[in-house]
């Protein structure tokens, strides 16, 4: 009895001992019901990292898609709200300048077919009229300013009867038209007044044309402009577009135009009033000056030499995607002068988010800010986007309540981009052009429609 409790208590200390020993030496035992719960942890921890991996890497590629070959990041986000940027703030009443008085329409073409142009114009023309008559033995009859001014008169009459096309012989000699031509000036004189009409001083005209393509019409032009930018303030939008004269004759600066009707032409870039339509500043292109390099950056310089005189003044020019760019708007923004124009694909400013792709949904739209500069992406068409620039909205803002679901600045865009086009509408519509080989003659006759639209503006605007 006595051996078998001894034998029991040692196997019981050696039990004892087997354990302890376990416990103490044996790192990998864990048990049971504690490591189903560690397992469950390094599973939820590697979920964590493999779903913090894929947010990163998403995070990462909608990065890469937001930004543009030149650097640029486009933020999804827009900024905040606060007070009125100074950029967006007009700083002169539009209309009539203060202090104009306009009594009648005659008043108001006098204000842009000045003394000083009729003046240049009527020395010009008895200069080539005694040159003519000397060369054929006679004598030219002076032509004095009531006689010039009739002249205009009876030209801009066959305008405002849509009788442009109609033979001048049938206009003065037939008495079924108007009796007003027959009236006012003789055919012979009114034949010889048009042939003989001149814009220059021809003795000097070669010393001039070594620095100027256009010096045939560069006084007139530029009295003309000077005369637009002095009457009239513009609104809080204005737009810069081209306009093709027709012309088929020899001219150096002609150009060639498929999208536009006539095809051929002189190309005016013009700077007009988005809302009434007034041409405040136009200029010609002429190509390459003689002895000038070849130009670059063409649509950034053409808007900033149209736009010089309303610097600091507020107002938001609207344009097309050949004027449109990033280097453009940021210099405008310097001048408090903000922009709302088309981007074309191949500007490297547009991050790839805003490039056309066939998974976007129609009508949808990405919106992307990058300082004071906002870009838009719209899908028009499936598989098509066209992309917009804007430095005078700062928000996502659609309109939800129509089925196309338009951004605000597509809108805006859409309001605002037919100035030009429709001043050149209104201008052909009413013009006083004759069938002429003379470019300097198609330049007058233009310069007469557009002067008549701003005569009735101003003065429409002042009644």
């Known amino acids: 009895m006595l051996h078998q409790e001894q034998d029991k208590e040692d196997g019981a200390i050696l039990d004892a001992d087997s354990e302890s020993d376990l416990s103490d030496d044996d790192v990998d035992y864990v048990p049971q019901g504690q490591a189903e719960v560690a397992g469950d942890e390094e599973d939820s921890l590697d979920e964590l990292e493999d779903s913090s991996d894929e947010s990163s890497e998403e995070e990462t590629q909608t990065q890469a898609n937001r930004l543009s070959k030149k650097g640029s990041y486009w933020n999804e986000q827009p900024p905040t ?138 006084y007139v032009w530029d009295c003309f402009l000077a005369n637009c930018k002095k009457v009239f303030v513009p609104s809080d939008c204005v737009t810069i577009d081209e306009q093709l004269v027709p012309f088929r004759g020899r001219c150096k600066f002609l150009q060639y135009m498929p999208s536009k009707p006539a095809k051929y032409g002189i190309k005016i870039f013009w700077m007009c009033d988005a809302r009434v339509h007034y041409a405040f500043n136009g200029m010609i292109y002429t190509g390459r000056q003689p002895g000038e390099d070849v130009q670059r950056n063409l649509g950034e310089n053409i808007v900033q030499q149209l736009s010089s005189g309303i610097r600091h003044t507020g107002p938001n020019i609207t344009m097309d995607n050949f004027f449109t760019s990033i280097p453009l708007a940021e210099k405008l923004l310097e001048k408090n002068l903000t922009l709302v124009g088309t981007l074309r694909q ?118």
Request: a positive charge; one cysteine or more; proline letters at 5%.
């Open 81 to 218: 709200q606060g007070r009125a940027r100074t950029h967006n703030i007009l700083r002169r009443c539009p209309g009539p300048v203060s202090g104009s008085t306009i009594i009648s329409p005659k008043d108001a073409w006098e204000l842009f077919i000045s003394d000083n142009i009729i003046e240049e114009v009527l020395r010009c023309t008895n200069l080539e009229g005694r040159r003519a008559a000397a060369a054929k033995g006679k004598e030219w009859r002076c032509l004095d300013k009531v006689e010039f001014t009739a002249f205009i008169g009876l030209t801009l009459l066959a305008g405002g009867d849509k009788s442009w096309d109609v033979a001048l012989r049938e206009l003065f000699l037939d008495p079924l038209p108007n009796l007003m031509y027959k009236a006012t000036m003789g055919f012979h004189r009114y034949e010889d007044i048009r042939r003989l009409i001149r814009f220059d001083d021809k003795r000097t005209r070669a010393v001039r044309l070594e620095t100027d393509h256009m010096a045939a019409f560069r």
């Open 346 to 463: 191949n500007k490297p400013d547009i991050p790839p988010v805003m490039k056309p792709n066939k998974l976007r949904e129609k009508y949808s739209s990405k919106c992307g800010f990058c300082g004071n500069m906002t870009m838009v992406s719209y899908v028009p068409k499936k598989g098509k986007a066209v992309v917009l620039l804007s430095t005078m909205h700062d928000d996502t803002a659609v309109d939800d309540q129509s089925v196309k679901r338009k951004p605000e600045v597509i809108q805006y865009y859409n309001h605002t981009k037919s100035g030009v086009d429709t001043m050149d509408q209104m201008v052909r519509t009413y013009t006083c052009k004759r069938r002429t080989r003379r470019w300097p003659m198609v330049l007058w006759h233009n310069v007469l429609d557009v002067a008549t639209l701003n005569a009735f503006t101003s003065y429409t605007a002042q009644q």
